[in-house]
């Protein structure tokens, strides 16, 4: 029997297929050309944004950027290169809403306006984040790292400080002019986008494929392809700032084993034993696979003294800012006096680059480990601090820091060892002259430390403080009339203030009947400036330290290679007072010629200073040895120097285990 329905059911199959082809078959290039304008016109926007960037940088640093033009080449080649991995992942939002939107939506009022809205938002976020690079390169000399991580962390002061710092109202009009700008400048594409959308299959086809871009980039690219140059400046600016930012935040948990040259762990516990303790007879512990140096520390003969101790680490005051070292403009006459009239360290460096550094080396006496200050890291109470052999000796110990010391946890890790922690909000309001975005000014916070040595000497008791000030840092005000460099006006005044405030507590302190038996050192927690060409330029970790108590301390130098890690010991030796620890530093006054040396970090890379040779140890098992100019101290890429690099990987392998071993419960 004859089925008449069987050439109509064919018509319509046909059909059927002829859509389905038409819709989802040979894809249409034509179709697509406006979703493909969109996303090149965005990128575009993208690739100039990032591209003045880099040329703003470089004009920025120009005296120590390297102008060869083989290395300007591939710092503009590899600069560009990370530009366009970025830009993978900032199109990816955009990717995802033109991919998968329903068709039905181009046409409609709702998706133009979120288009629109959309890509503007995006433009302002590209041109505040150019705007924010200028002015963190022009504070740190780099790329967004891990400082701009901690920014995201403590944001009530780095939104005060930026607010304090910063003609935000011509700022923020001009990121909006910016803004509009690029945002005029593609929303034709947008609007041809939205008037011809491409079929959903195809958009989807595109999607798909541009979504492997950023996870393939994710997967096999790293910032090792930016080390184009020794010029650290170079390297730098062949990166993309938003790129920097993401890896800094992947790589702030790492661990030294893993990311760094080693050596065989007994030969590290052996070396290491020896580099504290060449007589290898103080230890209370026999050798052991793992790192152990805890041992007695004996002193001379002579009766333990009972002196008061007040470590004031002044914010960001390095060594270049005083007379004492060259300085002509006259910021710190009161530090030149004390260096006169005390002991004063003549080639002390500092362990890093941000305070919790100089804090960690101050309280632990141990080298900078990856990738975090011991300060921030977790389970960082019940450890051998500083302070431990003046409480065990009744002392009363205490933090004084001027702003709020949840800052950096600071906090957490004074209170959990033994400290008593007093901050800004533990001042009273009449207490309170003159506040910014950092803390109370330092002449505030020196006023409470004088009443604290009051109340403590009331009761017959001693006392051991550390104080942290904070108006060396931007914006760099103070109260009006104290000298003669206006509130506000930059780092000259920042430090010619923190000198004055200075001369203002010993003088105030001076009056007092405990002043004659208390020791004051006076140390900075980093220098001011970290950049620089040279990965680890030595000058930057270049730092003042005084010991100060005339009726104590005898006028004098230091001129050996010190670290901030000998301080605590060197101190435990002039009060002539035996003690456990596990100390890594030593007294300057027992090193011989050949064991003076220095721990200086910027974050990733540790750096070793013995004598003429700097070693620097990079992630992923780079080592590289340096030449220092003594005078100049410009570094000079040597081959490598293997005793002084086994005794850099001892040192900073060692801490890191037996530091790990102690954090991990």
Same mark, same amino acid.
């Given at each position: 029997?004859?089925?008449?329905?069987?050439?109509?059911?064919?018509?319509?199959?046909?059909?059927?297929? $002829?859509?389905?082809?038409?819709?989802?078959?040979?894809?249409?290039?034509?179709?697509?050309?406006?979703?493909?304008?969109?996303?090149?016109?965005?990128?575009? %926007?993208?690739?100039?944004?990032?591209?003045?960037? =880099?040329? @703003?940088?470089?004009?920025?640093?120009?005296?120590?950027?390297?102008?060869?033009?083989?290395? #300007?080449?591939?710092?503009?080649?590899?600069?560009?290169?990370?530009?366009?991995?970025?830009?993978?992942?900032?199109?990816?939002?955009?990717?995802? #809403?033109?991919?998968?939107?329903?068709?039905?939506?181009? @046409?409609?009022?709702?998706?133009?306006?979120?288009?629109?809205?959309? /890509?503007?938002?995006?433009?302002?976020?590209?041109?505040?984040?150019?705007?924010?690079?200028?002015?963190?390169?022009?504070?740190? !000399?780099? =790329?967004?790292?891990?400082?701009?991580?901690?920014? #995201?962390?403590?944001?009530? !002061? %780095? @939104?005060?400080?930026?607010?304090?710092?910063?003609?935000?109202? /011509? /700022?923020?009009?001009?990121?909006?002019?910016?803004?509009?700008?690029?945002?005029?400048?593609?929303?034709?594409?947008?609007?041809?986008?939205?008037?011809?959308?491409?079929?959903?299959?195809?958009?989807?086809?595109?999607?798909?494929?541009?979504?492997?871009?950023?996870?393939?980039?994710?997967?096999?690219?790293?910032?090792?392809?930016?080390?184009?140059?020794?010029?650290?400046?170079?390297?730098?600016?062949?990166?993309?700032?938003?790129?920097?930012?993401?890896?800094?935040?992947?790589?702030?948990?790492?661990?030294?084993?893993?990311?760094?040259?080693?050596?065989?762990?007994?030969? %590290?516990?052996?070396?290491?034993?020896?580099?504290?303790?060449?007589?290898?007879?103080?230890?209370?512990?026999?050798?052991?696979?793992?790192?152990?140096?805890?041992?007695?520390?004996?002193?001379?003969? !002579?009766?333990?003294?009972?002196?008061?101790?007040?470590?004031?680490?002044?914010?960001?005051?390095?060594?270049?800012?005083?007379?004492?070292?060259?300085?002509? &403009?006259?910021?710190?006459?009161?530090?030149?006096?004390?260096?006169?009239?005390?002991?004063?360290?003549?080639?002390?460096?500092?362990?890093? @680059?941000?305070? %919790?550094?100089?804090?960690?080396?101050?309280?632990?006496?141990?080298?900078?480990?990856?990738?975090?200050?011991?300060?921030?890291?977790?389970?960082?109470?019940?450890?051998?601090?500083?302070?431990?052999?003046?409480?065990?000796?009744?002392?009363?110990?205490?933090?004084?820091?001027?702003?709020?010391?949840?800052?950096?946890?600071?906090?957490?890790?004074?209170?959990?060892?033994?400290?008593?922690?007093?901050?800004?909000?533990?001042?009273?309001?009449?207490?309170?002259?003159?506040?910014?975005?950092?803390?109370?000014? &330092?002449? &505030?916070?020196?006023?409470?430390?004088?009443?604290?040595?009051?109340?403590?000497?009331?009761?017959?008791?001693?006392?051991?403080?550390?104080?942290?000030?904070?108006?060396?840092?931007r914006p760099f005000t103070y109260p009006k009339g104290k000298i003669d460099i206006p509130s506000g006006k930059g780092r000259s005044g920042g430090v010619k203030y923190s000198d004055f405030a200075i001369g203002e507590f010993i003088k105030n302190a001076s009056t007092h009947?405990?002043?004659?038996?208390?020791?004051?050192?006076?140390?900075?927690?980093?220098?001011?400036?970290?950049?620089?060409?040279?990965?680890?330029?030595?000058?930057?970790?270049?730092?003042?330290?005084?010991?100060?108590?005339?009726?104590?301390?005898?006028?004098?130098?230091?001129?050996?290679?010190?670290?901030?890690?000998?301080?605590?010991?060197?101190?435990?030796?002039?009060?002539?007072?035996?003690?456990?620890?596990?100390?890594?530093?030593?007294?300057?006054?027992?090193?011989?010629?050949?064991?003076?040396?220095?721990?200086?970090?910027?974050?990733?890379?540790?750096?070793?200073?013995?004598?003429?040779?700097?070693?620097?140890?990079?992630?992923? $098992?780079?080592?590289?040895?340096?030449?220092?100019?003594?005078?100049?101290?410009?570094?000079?890429?040597?081959?490598?120097?293997?005793?002084?690099?086994?005794?850099?990987?001892?040192?900073?392998?060692?801490?890191?285990?037996?530091?790990?071993?102690?954090?991990? =419960?």
């Amino acid at each position: 029997m004859c089925d008449k329905t069987a050439p109509l059911q064919q018509n319509s199959i046909t059909s059927a297929l $002829g859509s389905i082809k038409h819709a989802g078959g040979a894809f249409d290039f034509a179709s697509s050309t406006p979703f493909f304008k969109l996303l090149a016109a965005v990128a575009a %926007v993208f690739l100039f944004l990032s591209t003045g960037t =880099r040329c @703003t940088l470089l004009w920025q640093s120009a005296a120590e950027v390297d102008f060869s033009a083989w290395i #300007l080449i591939k710092t503009f080649v590899a600069g560009f290169f990370y530009d366009a991995v970025t830009c993978t992942y900032v199109l990816a939002p955009l990717t995802a #809403l033109l991919a998968f939107a329903p068709a039905d939506l181009f @046409t409609g009022r709702r998706l133009k306006f979120l288009f629109y809205g959309f /890509i503007f938002a995006l433009f302002a976020v590209l041109v505040f984040t150019a705007c924010a690079e200028y002015f963190f390169w022009e504070e740190f !000399e780099t =790329r967004f790292d891990f400082v701009a991580v901690d920014y #995201l962390v403590y944001q009530r !002061e %780095v @939104t005060d400080n930026i607010r304090q710092s910063y003609p935000l109202k /011509i /700022i923020f009009p001009a990121i909006c002019m910016g803004t509009l700008m690029l945002f005029a400048a593609v929303k034709r594409p947008i609007d041809r986008c939205l008037q011809q959308p491409a079929f959903w299959q195809h958009r989807t086809a595109i999607g798909c494929v541009l979504f492997l871009l950023p996870l393939c980039s994710a997967i096999f690219i790293s910032d090792s392809f930016s080390k184009i140059s020794a010029n650290r400046l170079n390297n730098n600016l062949a990166m993309n700032g938003i790129y920097s930012f993401f890896e800094a935040l992947r790589n702030n948990h790492m661990d030294y084993t893993q990311q760094y040259a080693t050596l065989d762990n007994d030969e %590290v516990s052996h070396r290491l034993r020896l580099a504290v303790d060449p007589s290898n007879k103080t230890f209370i512990n026999p050798p052991g696979s793992e790192p152990d140096i805890w041992r007695i520390t004996k002193n001379s003969a !002579e009766p333990e003294t009972r002196h008061n101790v007040v470590v004031v680490v002044i914010e960001s005051m390095s060594a270049e800012f005083m007379h004492t070292f060259g300085n002509r &403009d006259n910021l710190s006459p009161n530090l030149d006096e004390l260096a006169q009239q005390g002991l004063l360290f003549t080639n002390l460096y500092a362990n890093g @680059t941000r305070t %919790v550094r100089g804090l960690e080396a101050i309280a632990l006496s141990v080298p900078p480990t990856p990738p975090e200050s011991v300060v921030r890291r977790p389970n960082n109470d019940g450890l051998f601090t500083i302070a431990t052999p003046f409480m065990r000796r009744g002392y009363d110990a205490m933090f004084l820091y001027g702003g709020y010391s949840y800052f950096d946890n600071m906090a957490t890790f004074f209170g959990g060892n033994g400290f008593s922690v007093i901050d800004r909000g533990d001042l009273a309001r009449d207490e309170i002259n003159f506040s910014n975005a950092w803390g109370v000014c &330092d002449q &505030d916070m020196y006023r409470r430390v004088v009443r604290e040595a009051d109340t403590v000497q009331g009761r017959g008791g001693n006392f051991f403080m550390v104080v942290m000030t904070t108006s060396n840092h931007r914006p760099f005000t103070y109260p009006k009339g104290k000298i003669d460099i206006p509130s506000g006006k930059g780092r000259s005044g920042g430090v010619k203030y923190s000198d004055f405030a200075i001369g203002e507590f010993i003088k105030n302190a001076s009056t007092h009947p405990w002043f004659d038996n208390t020791i004051f050192i006076f140390v900075a927690d980093h220098c001011a400036r970290s950049g620089g060409k040279n990965e680890i330029p030595v000058d930057n970790y270049h730092i003042p330290c005084i010991f100060y108590a005339p009726k104590i301390v005898k006028p004098g130098t230091v001129d050996g290679i010190a670290s901030q890690i000998d301080i605590a010991p060197t101190l435990f030796d002039l009060l002539n007072w035996q003690y456990t620890s596990s100390f890594v530093g030593k007294s300057v006054f027992k090193m011989q010629p050949e064991e003076h040396r220095a721990f200086i970090s910027n974050h990733m890379t540790l750096g070793y200073l013995k004598g003429d040779m700097l070693v620097a140890l990079e992630p992923g $098992g780079k080592v590289n040895t340096y030449k220092v100019d003594p005078a100049s101290h410009t570094e000079q890429q040597v081959a490598s120097q293997q005793p002084v690099i086994d005794e850099a990987i001892t040192y900073y392998q060692g801490i890191s285990s037996m530091l790990n071993s102690k954090l991990k =419960r």
